[in-house]
């Protein structure tokens, strides 16, 4: 099987990028994997019941998906990229930017270095109550998520994290975990790095 990495790639109202990504091990070719990865996020996203678009205002979206082939030492070597225009649907007012609802990936590893993050783009504001996100919108996202695990490892291929770096314990590096299981964190983090752009003003 063939290393690969897949995005969701996406912006903020004023064309603010975020983006997050995963590991995985696949059969497919990078084509035919880039397809996949693009109709189960389009169904994850509008799916009624689960569909995390509900969580989003409307200057909040996807725009794109994409799949790159790695090499050994998991550089990318070659690249497809699909566009996916999907908007969020609520008329309610966005979380700052660098609000992020975090999806933990974990395995069989009891390690940190075992377990992989998903860090989603802000939501709206009302479902988050208190710093603490609403059960119904985490189990909305849980549930999309997970979909979009079992569409992608359908074909036996598996979700995975790497350290790039030796770690401490001598674990040399581009040993490859397993994952999953995703956990959302009922607490949202801080992704400060995707606001880095936005120049300070003052009145």
Avoid: C
Avoid at 17 to 28: E, K, N, T, Y
Avoid at 103 to 108: A, E, F, I, N, T
Avoid at 137 to 142: H, V
């Amino acid at each position: 099987m063939a290393d690969y990495y897949m995005q969701v790639i996406g912006q903020f109202a004023g064309s603010l990028a975020w983006s997050f990504g995963q590991h995985i091990s696949s059969p497919a070719t990078e084509v035919s994997l880039a397809g996949r990865w693009h109709d189960t996020w389009a169904y994850a996203w509008a799916a009624g019941g689960t569909g995390i678009n509900t969580l989003y205002p409307t200057g909040t979206a996807i725009t794109a998906v994409s799949v790159s082939t790695l090499n050994g030492t998991m550089h990318e070597v070659s690249k497809t990229v699909l566009p996916l225009p999907l908007a969020g649907i609520s008329s309610d007012d966005t979380l700052p930017f660098l609000n992020s609802i975090v999806v933990s990936w974990r395995g069989l590893a009891i390690q940190r270095y075992g377990r992989g993050r998903w860090f989603l783009p802000a939501t709206v504001e009302t479902v988050v109550n208190g710093d603490v996100l609403t059960s119904a919108a985490a189990t909305r996202i849980k549930a999309s998520v997970g979909s979009v695990h079992s569409d992608m490892v359908i074909d036996g291929s598996t979700f995975f994290v790497t350290n790039k770096k030796a770690l401490k314990d001598g674990t040399p590096p581009f040993r490859k975990t397993i994952v999953t299981t995703p956990l959302v964190a009922m607490k949202p983090a801080r992704q400060s790095r995707r606001v880095r752009r936005i120049p300070t003003s003052y009145t």
